[in-house]
């Protein structure tokens, strides 16, 4: 017998050995049909366990201050979510003109990274394991230039590497001599792989997430702003109502605005105090649970085309 037909036979499995192994017929699309959301709450159920939520820090409030000195200060496991978009380290600042914008509306005070970035990155990583619970988790945004870094800051954490996500949007800065870059690279990551909590809201949730940047005319901002949406998946996907996410880099407080507007608790920094105005401004537009949406309620096109096949 040849190698190549020994392969062959060794790997093949027959239809009958198959059956036999299967508890159930195979239909197709029935667990579409019967899909649940792992956990889910009315708005009143979400808005009393925000209410109920109690912590022996100040919450709900964004300190001006470096992420790596007030991080110290965070109480060991009192964190169920970490949402981080650091500097880009890529000598960046939001005004250069290849990015088509008015600079007037983008504020100063924009802090790259000084030094070296695999030290500063290191540094901040390191202080994630502490202050998670168990049930825990990170996520970390990252452009392809500094995600070996990343990685490494990551492995060296002791952080586990459950999903690495490519979150793609709608354009990038025009090149001539090498691919248009229009993705963000996005490691969800947990302190405890038997323990970590993971709300799996969508029956086939995948890990390329096309979500469209958002700009609105004459907005002042920071920068580079994440859209509300992808902020919000990380927090539906990892976290309960009454929850507490930490964003290290608050930026325009997205982070704090989708927490907020879903009844999770928020903390962070932001080290450029010509943000506190926007940031305050921002958060003043909306209540506390605005944005909220039991999860049976949301639109899941795969579900309900199963459902509407078998009725």
């Not at 190549?4 to 667990?31: G, Q, T």
């Not at 496991?77 to 008015?102: C, Q, T």
């Not at 790259?112 to 202080?127: H, L, P, Q, R």
């Amino acid at each position: 017998m040849t190698l190549i037909s020994c392969r062959l036979e060794c790997n093949f499995v027959s239809p009958e050995s198959s059956k036999k192994k299967r508890k159930k017929r195979y239909v197709p699309h029935e667990a579409a049909a019967r899909f649940k959301p792992t956990k889910d709450w009315t708005r009143e159920e979400a808005s009393s366990e925000f209410e109920k939520a109690k912590f022996s820090f100040p919450v709900d409030v964004i300190n001006f201050e470096d992420c790596m000195a007030g991080m110290k200060s965070v109480p060991d496991e009192s964190i169920d979510a970490v949402i981080a978009d650091p500097p880009f380290g890529i000598s960046f600042s939001g005004k250069e003109a290849l990015y088509n914008r008015n600079d007037s509306f983008v504020i100063d005070g924009y802090q790259e990274v000084e030094g070296d970035y695999e030290e500063f990155t290191k540094a901040w990583i390191s202080e994630i394991p502490r202050i998670l619970k168990k049930s825990g988790s990170a996520w970390i945004f990252s452009g392809w230039t500094n995600l070996r870094p990343v990685l490494s800051a990551v492995e060296d954490a002791g952080l586990k590497l459950v999903n690495h996500i490519i979150w793609k949007y709608q354009f990038g800065v025009f090149t001539k001599k090498k691919f248009v870059t229009s993705h963000y690279h996005l490691l969800f990551l947990v302190k405890n792989l038997k323990q970590y909590f993971f709300n799996k809201i969508e029956h086939y949730p995948q890990d390329i997430w096309e979500i469209n940047r958002t700009y609105k005319k004459g907005e002042k901002k920071n920068g580079t702003k994440l859209p509300t949406e992808l902020v919000m998946r990380c927090i539906d996907f990892a976290t309960k109502p009454g929850d507490l996410v930490l964003d290290p880099f608050m930026g325009n407080a997205t982070t704090a605005v989708a927490s907020k507007g879903s009844y999770r608790h928020f903390t962070g920094f932001e080290i450029n105090e010509s943000m506190r105005e926007i940031i305050n401004h921002n958060l003043s537009l909306l209540d506390i649970g605005e944005l909220y949406v039991p999860y049976t309620e949301r639109k899941d096109e795969l579900v309900e085309k199963a459902r509407a096949k078998f009725k």
